[in-house]
C-alpha cells in the first residue's frame, strides 16, 4: 500500500465516522501487558485485539523492530505510547482507527569551533601554560562554562562544537596579564582567533626560571645527569626541541646541562609517562627553545670564574633566529682550590642555533642545531710510575619541524632529525716501574641516529582529546672499548645499523568537570643484527579535583628499552655513560613498569604548594656487569653482563612557597634502589650504585629590595652502608699490596653521600639603558674539586691501581663570579 493511499483511506474512514449515527459506543478496556524483544508488528497486532481498534501502518516503518514494553492497566493511549517508545514512529487517532506516521526529524542547529594560537606579545614565543575558558553570557542554571582547553606545546587551542549565543574567552597563564574578550556565535561558523598575551611584571618569573635550570643541574653531586627517583640516573632521556640528545651532561654538576639563555620551555618528567615518550626506562626532560624575538635585535652576554656565554637573537627577514654560545672552564678566581684538592676539569664547549617561520596564522616551521663537546682530564704521580687520564665526548643534533592546524580540530606536526654522539678515552702509563705495559691505550665510540617523526591532535570535543603519531629510527653504532676503558672486559661493536618504530595513541579524557584521564598505549618493534624484539607499553594517568586548590592523581606506565648504557663500575661509575651497545638475544630489552599515587593541594590563595606521592618501579631484564675474581679476564663484554630485575620504592615530600618577597621550597625523599641477579651474591638483593636512603634538598630566594637577590641551595644525601673505594682489575688474593681489596665487589658500592652547599648574592642594575647583573656564588668544593685519587702499585712486574673517592667537606665554601648584561 502506498502513503498516499494509506492517508487517503484514513481520510474517508474519518468522514464516515462523523457520520455515523451512533452516539455511544462500549467502554475501551484497560490491559496490563509484558512483552519482551517481541517483533513492533505483533505487538501492534495484540493491541488491536485487546482493545478492538484497527491500526494503520507502512509495512516498510515496522519492519526489523522490536519491542520490549511493560503496563499496568493501561489505556490504549498509554499503551502506544510504551510499545512505540525508542522508536521513530508516533500515532494519530482518529475514532475507532491509529494511524502510525514517523516523527518528524528536528535540524540539529549548526555548531561553531574556535582555534588558533597563543603568543607572548614580546617575544613572539607560544605560551603553551594557560587556561582558555569559554563561558556562556547567559549562564542556564547557574552553568556559565561552556568549553576549556590549554594549548598545546606550540600554543595551539581548539574550542569545538559551541553552540550558538554569546560568550566570554578568557585567556590566563601565569607571568601574563588576564586576556579577556566576548565572542557570538551565530552558528555553522569556523573561527581563526591567535590570541596575543602581554606579559605581567611579577617578579616571581625570574625565580621559576631559576628553577627550571636548577632542575637541569644534577643534585646527584658527581652524577651523570640529572637525578630522577625511580631510575638509574643513566637510563634518563634528554629531549632538545625534540632531538633525543645522549649525553649533554657535565662533570660535577656546577654547569647546567643546558645554557638557560636558549630555553624557552622545562618538562621534567619521571611519573606518568605519555605515550609519545619512549626508548628509556628513566625519567625524560623536554626541553624546547626559544624562537627568538620578532621585535628587533636583542641578546645578552657574560663572563665569570666558571665560564662566559653569548646569545644573540632577532627577526631575519619573515624569520627570526636565535644562537647562543657557552665555554665553561675551570675557575681561576679560586687558584688556591689547588691546595684543598684538584679542580675540576670543567671543559665544555656548547653552541645552540634555531631558525623558525610563520607560514600563515595556523603554520609554522623550524629548524634547530646543537653541538656539545665537554673534556676531562687526570693525571696520577707515583715515584717513577704515572698515569694520565685523557676523556671526550660530543653531541650533534639538528631538527627541522612543521606544525600546523590544517582544520579547525585537527593539528598535525611532521619533523626529522639526526642525533650524534661520539667518545674517545686515552690513557697513558710510563715511568721505569710501568715496564710492558707502559704505553698508550685508546677507545672509541661512536653513534648516530636519523629519525623521522608525524603526529596527530583531534580535539573531538570538549570531553576528549585524541593524539595519535608514529616514529622510525635507523640507528648506526660501532667502537672498540679496550678492558683498560671498561675495566671489566673488551668490547667491540661493529657498524651495523638497526631500525626502531613506535605507534602510538591517546585519549585525554574529561569524564567529569574535575576528573581527567588520559588513557593511551605505545606499540614498538626493533630489529637489528642481534635479533628482532617487540613491546606493547600501556599507559594511564588520573587526576581528580578534591574541592579547593587540591587534587589527587595516580598514574602507571610501561616502557621497553631496545638500546642500553653501559652502567660502568669503579672509577668511571660516576663518569657519563661511555657507550651504547643494541639489545641481541643475549642482551635481551629491558622492561620497566611504574605506578605512582600522589596528592597536591595550594592553601593561601596560591602562596604554599603541598604534595606528597608515592612510587614503586619494577625492571625486568636489568643489564648489571659481573666479574668474578677468581676467574680468568673474560673475552667479550658479553662474558660478564648479567641479566636481572631492578626495584625502586620510595616516598617523596615537598612545601614549596611561590609568592612573596621570600620564595623557597624544601623536600624530602625517603627512597630504595635494588638490583637482583641469579648470579650474584646468591640471587639475593642488594642496594643498587645509586640507592640513597634520605635525601633533603631546600632552595630560598630572599628579595629584600629592588635589584637585590639572595639564594641559598642545600641537599644533603646520605651514604648507608657506603663500601669505600672501588677495585679496578681485581688482583690475585694472594697480592699484598691490596690486602683486603681481593674479595671487593664491583657491584657492591654506592655512590657516596652528597652534601651540596650554594649561597649566591645578586645585583640588577642599569648601565645606560643596559640592563646588567653581578653575581657572587659561594660554593662547597662538590664539582669543583676532583673527587678522585688514584692509587698506583707495582707487584710482580704488572701494574694495578685502584680509584678512591675522596670524602670532601660540607665547608669551607669558594667563590666563584659572574657578570651579565642584556641588551
Not at 93 to 102: A, D, E, H, M, W
Not at 144 to 169: D, F, H, M, V
Request: charge should be negative.
Amino acid at each position: 500500500m502506498t502513503r498516499a493511499a494509506t492517508y487517503f483511506a484514513s481520510a474517508l474512514l474519518v468522514a464516515v465516522s462523523l457520520c455515523a449515527t451512533v452516539e455511544a459506543q462500549e467502554a475501551v478496556p484497560r490491559q496490563s501487558f509484558r512483552l519482551a524483544g517481541v517483533s513492533l508488528r505483533s505487538a501492534l497486532d495484540s493491541l488491536m485485539q485487546w482493545y478492538r481498534v484497527s491500526v494503520i501502518y507502512l509495512d516498510a516503518d515496522v519492519a526489523e523492530l522490536f519491542v520490549t514494553a511493560e503496563c499496568e492497566k493501561c489505556g490504549l493511549e498509554d499503551a502506544l505510547d510504551r510499545v512505540l517508545s525508542g522508536h521513530a514512529l508516533t500515532w494519530i487517532r482518529t475514532g475507532q482507527q491509529v494511524i502510525l506516521v514517523k516523527r518528524p526529524v528536528r535540524a540539529a542547529p549548526p555548531m561553531a569551533s574556535i582555534s588558533g594560537s597563543v603568543t607572548d606579545r614580546l617575544t613572539g614565543e607560544a605560551v603553551d601554560a594557560a587556561n582558555i575558558k569559554l563561558e556562556s553570557m547567559e549562564g542556564v542554571d547557574g552553568e556559565s562554562l561552556k568549553r576549556w582547553c590549554q594549548p598545546n606545546e606550540y600554543g595551539y587551542y581548539a574550542l569545538p562544537r559551541i553552540p550558538r549565543g554569546s560568550y566570554t574567552l578568557e585567556v590566563r597563564a601565569v607571568g601574563y596579564e588576564p586576556f579577556r574578550d566576548t565572542v557570538t556565535v551565530e552558528g555553522g561558523e569556523a573561527w581563526m582567533r591567535d590570541i596575543v598575551v602581554d606579559p605581567a611584571e611579577i617578579r616571581m618569573q625570574e625565580v621559576m626560571v631559576e628553577a627550571a635550570r636548577t632542575a637541569l643541574v644534577p643534585a646527584e653531586g658527581y652524577a651523570r645527569g640529572t637525578f630522577i627517583r625511580a631510575a638509574p640516573t643513566d637510563q634518563n632521556q634528554y629531549i632538545l626541541d625534540g632531538v633525543r640528545i645522549y649525553n649533554p651532561t657535565h662533570f660535577g654538576g656546577v654547569l647546567s646541562t643546558f645554557n638557560g639563555d636558549a630555553l624557552n620551555e622545562v618538562d621534567v618528567n619521571r611519573n606518568g609517562l605519555p605515550p609519545s615518550y619512549g626508548g628509556r626506562i628513566g625519567g625524560f626532560l623536554d626541553l624546547s627553545m626559544r624562537n627568538g624575538s620578532r621585535q628587533g635585535l636583542a641578546g645578552g652576554a657574560g663572563t665569570g670564574s666558571l665560564g662566559s656565554h653569548i646569545a644573540l637573537e632577532g627577526p631575519l627577514g619573515p624569520m627570526t633566529f636565535l644562537v647562543s654560545w657557552r665555554r665553561g672552564y675551570p675557575d681561576p678566581a679560586v687558584p688556591f682550590l689547588e691546595s684543598y684538592g684538584t679542580p675540576s676539569p670543567l671543559g665544555t664547549t656548547e653552541v645552540i642555533g634555531k631558525l623558525s617561520a610563520r607560514i600563515s596564522s595556523s603554520q609554522q616551521v623550524s629548524v634547530s642545531g646543537y653541538a656539545g663537546r665537554d673534556a676531562y682530564s687526570s693525571r696520577t704521580v707515583e715515584p717513577d710510575l704515572q698515569l694520565s687520564n685523557n676523556f671526550s665526548w660530543e653531541n650533534r643534533a639538528f631538527s627541522a619541524r612543521w606544525a600546523g592546524l590544517v582544520s579547525p580540530s585537527l593539528f598535525l606536526t611532521g619533523s626529522a632529525a639526526y642525533a650524534g654522539y661520539g667518545l674517545d678515552l686515552e690513557h697513558i702509563l710510563s715511568g721505569t716501574a710501568a715496564g710492558p705495559q707502559a704505553g698508550r691505550t685508546a677507545s672509541d665510540f661512536s653513534i648516530d641516529d636519523i629519525s623521522v617523526r608525524a603526529q596527530a591532535e583531534h580535539f573531538y570535543d570538549d570531553r576528549h582529546t585524541l593524539r595519535g603519531g608514529l616514529e622510525l629510527a635507523y640507528r648506526k653504532a660501532g667502537g672498540a672499548i679496550q678492558e683498560f676503558s671498561t675495566l671489566l672486559a673488551p668490547v667491540t661493536l661493529a657498524d651495523a645499523g638497526s631500525w626502531e618504530l613506535a605507534v602510538y595513541l591517546q585519549d585525554q579524557w574529561a569524564i567529569l568537570p574535575d576528573v581527567v584521564a588520559g588513557i593511551g598505549v605505545r606499540a614498538t618493534s626493533y630489529s637489528g643484527p642481534g635479533g628482532s624484539f617487540s613491546g606493547i607499553d600501556p599507559r594511564f594517568s588520573l587526576a581528580v579535583g578534591l574541592g579547593g586548590d587540591a587534587r589527587l592523581y595516580a598514574s602507571f606506565s610501561s616502557i621497553n628499552q631496545y638500546l642500553h648504557g653501559y652502567r660502568s663500575s669503579g672509577f668511571f661509575l660516576i663518569y657519563p655513560p661511555m657507550f651504547w651497545y643494541p639489545s641481541t638475544d643475549t642482551a635481551r630489552p629491558s622492561t620497566a613498569m611504574q605506578a605512582s599515587l600522589g596528592i597536591q593541594a595550594s592553601p593561601g590563595e596560591g602562596r604554599y604548594v603541598l604534595s606528597a606521592g608515592t612510587f614503586y618501579r619494577v625492571t625486568r631484564n636489568l643489564h648489571g656487569f659481573y666479574l668474578e675474581p677468581a676467574s680468568q679476564q673474560p673475552a667479550t663484554l658479553n662474558d660478564v653482563l648479567r641479566s636481572g630485575s631492578g626495584y625502586s620504592y620510595g616516598l617523596e615530600l615537598e612545601v614549596r612557597k611561590q609568592l612573596g618577597i621570600v620564595r623557597g621550597s624544601i623536600s624530602y625523599t625517603l627512597a630504595w634502589a635494588e638490583e637482583q641477579y641469579d648470579e650474584i651474591r646468591g640471587g639475593e638483593r642488594f642496594a643498587s650504585q645509586f640507592d640513597r636512603r634520605h635525601e633533603v634538598q631546600a632552595a630560598l630566594m630572599w628579595t629584600p629590595a629592588e635589584g637585590w637577590g639572595i639564594g641559598a641551595l642545600c641537599v644533603l644525601a646520605s651514604d648507608d652502608n657506603f663500601e669505600t673505594g672501588y677495585t679496578v682489575a681485581p688482583p690475585a688474593a694472594t697480592d699484598p699490596t691490596f690486602e683486603g681489596l681481593a674479595a671487593v665487589d664491583v657491584n657492591g658500592g654506592r655512590l657516596p653521600g652528597f652534601q651540596r652547599l650554594e649561597v649566591e648574592f645578586l645585583r640588577t642594575f642599569t648601565v645606560d639603558r643596559f640592563a646588567c647583573q653581578a653575581s657572587l656564588k659561594l660554593m662547597n668544593a662538590y664539582g669543583l674539586v676532583d673527587p678522585f685519587a688514584l692509587d698506583l702499585r707495582t707487584s710482580g712486574g704488572s701494574v694495578t691501581w685502584r680509584a678512591r673517592v675522596q670524602d670532601l667537606d660540607f665547608l669551607p665554601l669558594f667563590p666563584s663570579f659572574t657578570l651579565s648584561v642584556r641588551f
